[in-house]
């Protein structure tokens, strides 16, 4: 019953830059015809169908945005379904969890949110009907048999003997099965139907199994459970869904999900299968993103390195811009890789025009003006987005004592390098020149502590009145203004492009990808709401972290680097943009 393994993708090749908001796809064009020639009454009702045994990740993202994306288009709906029949791994943790990502992604299900597990007595009352029309049996052999009996790719099938029980005798098994008189695994409810098909989905798939456990909603008023082919296309059936989109593993259980509604005689959507998103760097099975978690490698299912879309809430991922990444990646039928830095080039996109800019140190390196005038503070006036002129400017307070970032020094300046070093001057952004006149080390180690610098007050604003010209300007913070705060710098959680491939992917994760650094930050940043996003001027995105709001303390995720690694990609592969 498992779908067929997913085909090395790809790489994918998408167009940025375009200007249509919503690029069309083969789905929307069969959607399209359908309206056109009235084959639904011209109702639109899709569903997005996750099971609750995980968290959302950035593929599920894809899925949501096409299915609820297509509802809004053309005036349907989209019903939020859980497709919970297996009480083993699903918790309500997991529907809570979904539900907050669909809100925040921005879709609303409204009243239609629906559970599988509501419908188990009228798929139990389909069961017997397709025993009773001969198309069911309950068979006595155990898992591994049923496995043996199968057959493979090149060889048919053998049949169960238990294949051709009277219907009656299938009634009276099956009844007994629901009430709990067999033992797990003693015996289960297959579909009879092609022992030879060269689709071995067909080889008389199993339509129920005996487990008893307790459900997260049904409780223990079930002890056999209906396999996902059986539940998934009577759901759509009941829920009268017309387009029932999936991804492409699935493209041979389509053979199976109509057999059972044709039979059955019930109403019957189109199953449309499309390519699932995989992405560099990431891992996007629940399977392995659950290992994750269990092996502590990360902190929890919202760890900021996590593709889920809890772990890009709160490492400051707009759902805007996640949105957007899934208009720009399209949806096409065969799979593909997509590159991260394209998602990373989104967020970045969102952000430049919405995170106001501050300035934050993230290394500190000290430095005191030696002619400022002792105990003065003035107020430095500084522009908050030069994207977005509407969001004003503030006050900066500057002093004799301030950080700048250890790296914009270099006690020996190689060719290239214009920041500041012995001698130079360089500006100091919304605030004055500053020239280095000394270098304060540490005795014992060597270490550069502290800079003595001059500064040339006819420069306030930053330009000289002379004329000359610097060729850097740093950032800064006053020393005796600025907030301390715990910054975590986070980088790709695997070392290799596709992860996936490799023989234990716990392997290839990065030691490095979570560094946590003690920054100086400008005193507006007091007391910044818990997830707003900013831009640290000349170092990135930044996002306060949501958890740590009780605690007093400001702690930022660093959601992405200025760099554009993007830009050099597309250029590469002379994709527009
Ligand atoms: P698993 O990782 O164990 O295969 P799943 O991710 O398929 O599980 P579901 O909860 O069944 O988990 O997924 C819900 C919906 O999201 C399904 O319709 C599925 O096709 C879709 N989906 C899952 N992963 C992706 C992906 N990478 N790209 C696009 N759609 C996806
Ligand atoms: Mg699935």
Redesign the pocket.
């Known amino acids: 019953m498992s779908?067929t393994p997913p085909q090395k993708p790809e790489r994918s090749e998408p167009t940025i830059g375009k200007e249509t908001p919503v690029p069309s796809n083969f789905i929307r064009s069969i959607v399209e015809e359908d309206c056109r020639t009235g084959k639904w009454d011209g109702r639109v009702a899709t569903r997005?169908?996750?099971?609750?045994?995980?968290y959302?990740?950035?593929?599920?993202a894809?899925?949501?945005c096409?299915n609820f994306g297509l509802a809004a288009d053309f005036n349907g709906t989209c019903n939020l379904r859980f497709?919970d029949t297996n009480p083993l791994k699903e918790d309500v943790e997991y529907v809570d969890s979904i539900k907050e990502d669909v809100r925040w992604l921005g879709f609303d299900w409204q009243d239609r949110e629906y559970y599988a597990s509501d419908y188990f007595q009228q798929l139990y009352d389909y069961a017997v009907q397709l025993i009773h029309k001969g198309l069911a049996y309950v068979d006595d052999l155990n898992a591994d048999e049923i496995r043996e009996y199968r057959g493979t790719l090149t060889e048919p099938g053998r049949e169960s003997p238990w294949r051709n029980r009277p219907v009656e005798e299938n009634l009276d098994l099956f009844h007994r099965m629901r009430e709990g008189e067999f033992p797990d695994g003693s015996r289960v409810l297959r579909a009879k139907i092609d022992m030879a098909s060269p689709n071995l989905l067909m080889r008389d798939p199993t339509l129920y199994r005996i487990r008893k456990a307790s459900h997260h909603r049904t409780g223990d008023a079930w002890c056999i459970y209906p396999m996902y082919d059986f539940t998934h296309c009577l759901s759509d059936s009941i829920e009268h869904i017309t387009h029932s989109?999936?991804?492409l593993?699935?493209e041979n259980n389509r053979e199976l999900y109509d057999w059972v509604l044709a039979r059955l005689d019930v109403y019957h959507p189109q199953q449309i299968e499309?390519?699932?998103?995989?992405l560099t760097y990431t891992v996007?099975?629940?399977?392995k993103?659950i290992a994750l978690v269990e092996n502590g490698v990360v902190q929890g299912w919202d760890d900021p390195r996590m593709p889920t879309i809890s772990g890009m809430r709160r490492r400051g991922y707009p759902p805007e811009a996640i949105r957007n990444f899934c208009d720009r990646i399209g949806v096409a039928r065969r799979d593909s890789l997509v590159d991260f830095a394209l998602l990373e080039f989104c967020v970045r996109e969102y952000l430049n025009r919405h995170a106001p800019r501050v300035m934050a140190v993230l290394d500190p390196l000290k430095v005191v003006i030696e002619n400022w005038p002792e105990g003065r503070t003035e107020e430095m006036e500084a522009v908050n987005n030069p994207e977005d002129p509407a969001a004003g400017t503030r006050k900066v307070p500057f002093s004799g004592t301030l950080f700048i970032e250890r790296d914009d020094f270099r006690e020996e300046p190689p060719r290239k390098f214009f920041r500041l070093a012995p001698g130079r001057e360089v500006r100091l952004r919304y605030a004055y020149f500053i020239r280095c006149t000394d270098v304060i080390k540490d005795p014992d180690t060597g270490e550069v502590v502290e800079l003595r610098c001059t500064y040339d007050p006819e420069t306030r604003g930053g330009d000289a009145p002379d004329g000359r010209k610097v060729k850097a300007t740093l950032h800064w913070v006053s020393a005796s203004h600025a907030a301390d705060a715990e910054v975590r710098l986070y980088e790709h959680l695997f070392a290799e492009e596709r992860p996936g491939e490799a023989a234990d992917f716990l392997t290839t994760v990065r030691p490095d990808s979570l560094r946590t650094v003690a920054a100086k930050v400008e005193p507006g940043l007091t007391g910044a709401e818990p997830g707003s996003r900013w831009q640290f001027e000349r170092l990135g995105y930044f996002c306060v972290d949501p958890g740590d709001g009780e605690s007093g303390r400001l702690v930022f995720n660093r959601t992405v680097t200025l760099r554009d690694t993007w830009a050099k990609i597309a250029k590469k592969t002379k994709i527009s943009g």
């Open positions: 779908p997005f169908p996750p099971e609750p045994n995980g959302l990740h950035i593929g599920h894809k899925s949501i096409l497709d989109v999936c991804t593993e699935f499309f390519a699932r998103l995989n996007l099975s629940k399977r993103l």
